[in-house]
Structure formats: C-alpha cells, structure tokens
C-alpha cells in the first residue's frame, strides 16, 4: 500500500516532479520500444498493426512533449 507522505526527502525531488519526470522517461521509452513493433509488424507485412503501432508511437511522443513542457516550466519557478 502506498504511503501518502511526500517522499521528496529521500530522492531530493518533490513527488509530482519526480512522478512528471516518470512519465516523460516512461513515454520515451514507449516510444523507442514501439519503433521495433513497428518494424516488426513491416516485416511481416502487416500494414494495420503497424499503423496501430505508429499511432501509438505519435501519443507517447506527444504526451512525452507535453510533460517536457509541464517540467521545463515548474523546474524554471521553482
């Protein structure tokens, strides 16, 4: 069960910073994973799953922009 204490003291990081830099590393990785479905589904010739996959690729790209964006704008206040 989680705790509902920040834990900013033990990682230097607030939660919701660490957890927003979670997410952005998260959709990153996503997206560098999806590229070798992609590949893989091309392989094989299989044009709706790879599209499916590149659709998915462009949400992991944009939701990782989105919270680059969160970040660059907390992280500058703060």
Do not use: H, P
């Not at 834990?7 to 919701?16: E, I, L, N, S």
């Amino acid at each position: 069960m989680a705790s509902s204490a920040e834990t900013g003291g033990v990682t230097g990081t607030q939660d919701k910073d660490y957890n927003l830099v979670w997410y952005v590393e998260a959709c990153l990785s996503n997206a560098l994973r999806l590229e070798s479905y992609i590949q893989d589904a091309e392989r094989e010739k299989d044009t709706e799953v790879a599209d499916l996959f590149r659709k998915a690729q462009a949400d992991s790209r944009k939701g990782a922009e989105l919270g680059k964006k969160l970040l660059r704008a907390r992280l500058s206040d703060g």
